[in-house]
């Protein structure tokens, strides 16, 4: 994995915008790497350098079958040499989705257990998976959320040249945005957009990987994640294609589409006054989209309408 990749920050230029004299920036994180994009990139870059320091050749972890995170666990310990295994949530997962199929290709060796199991091997910290010599074997939790990927994503701040009053981006276990916050000096607020229906413990969550806990520089907008985790509408898809349309920036619909939804409605809300310069963090995802539009189509409704990568 190139270690000091080239990040862009993409100025977004639309009419409410201009309207609102709210300046936008989209950290384009997605673009990162290839395959292990966006925040996953981060979120591995110290823990693969800890795996290969503690001499271990496998990388063990566990997510979805349309999981980010294992697409990019699995990239990830390819291009470091190291094997991979991946315990999928789900006996009915279709090992040929396209998720699990890239995951294959890069050599990760799947093992499918059903929810309630997923549940007992969590819940004994993975212990009870079948890993061959287990003192090869590091491993990674759910979603990669760990001490080392929240130091990996303190360096989203790492390129900035310039102040930014707000910073945002999605949460799904909150390292990334802990991440965040750590990054930033004190007097840019950050925003965390849900993609879960939080039932309060989130920000309990980004407490314990903030390295000032006392830190008051940082909130959740708990209003945009539809539903729950991986619930999308014709409302949301809509408004992702038109944002590809005006700025040529694809998104996911699970975490990023999601928080940019959320930024555009709360300045169309005045909730930034004029002169704002607002920065969003595009976690990438972007590998999803494949499996959301086979979803999408399948129920004969409206797809993401731009080039789909994986
Ligand atoms: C995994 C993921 C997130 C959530 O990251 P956390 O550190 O778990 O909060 C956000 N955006 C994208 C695109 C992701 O893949």
Not at 168 to 179: I, P, R, V
Not at 248 to 267: A, V
Not at 278 to 295: E, F, P
């Amino acid at each position: 994995m190139k270690t000091n990749p080239i990040v862009q920050i993409q100025a977004i230029d639309l009419p409410l915008l201009k309207e609102k004299g709210v300046q936008l920036f989209i950290q384009r994180d997605d673009t990162l790497h290839p395959h292990v994009s966006g925040n996953k990139w981060r979120k591995l870059k110290y823990n693969v350098l800890e795996a290969k320091q503690k001499g271990k050749t496998c990388l063990l972890t566990f997510g979805g079958a349309f999981s980010n995170h294992i697409a990019a666990t699995a990239a990830a310990a390819q291009l470091a040499g190291m094997n991979s295994i991946g315990v999928i949530r789900g006996k009915d997962a279709d090992p040929e989705n396209s998720t699990l199929k890239f995951a294959t290709s890069c050599g990760m060796q799947l093992q499918y257990v059903d929810r309630a199991e997923f549940r007992e091997l969590r819940a004994s910290g993975w212990k009870g998976v079948e890993v061959g010599n287990s003192e090869a074997v590091y491993v990674l939790p759910e979603g990669g959320s760990n001490d080392l990927a929240v130091k990996g994503c303190k360096e989203i701040t790492g390129d900035w040249k310039e102040h930014y009053d707000f910073a945002c981006c999605a949460l799904g276990t909150g390292a990334t945005f802990a991440g965040l916050v750590n990054g930033v000096s004190g007097d840019t607020h950050c925003l965390g957009f849900p993609a879960i229906k939080d039932q309060g413990y989130l920000s309990d969550e980004v407490s314990l990987f903030l390295e000032e806990p006392s830190r008051q520089n940082w909130e959740l907008i708990r209003e945009y994640h539809f539903g729950k985790y991986g619930k999308v509408n014709a409302d949301l898809i809509n408004f992702m294609n038109d944002f590809y349309i005006k700025t040529g920036i694809p998104l996911d619909p699970i975490y990023t589409g999601k928080m940019i939804y959320g930024l555009i409605d709360m300045i169309k809300n005045d909730y930034f006054n004029p002169g704002t310069k607002v920065i969003a963090i595009h976690t990438g995802g972007l590998q999803g989209n494949a499996g959301i539009n086979m979803r999408l189509s399948k129920k004969g409704l409206q797809t993401l309408n731009y080039p789909i990568s994986n």
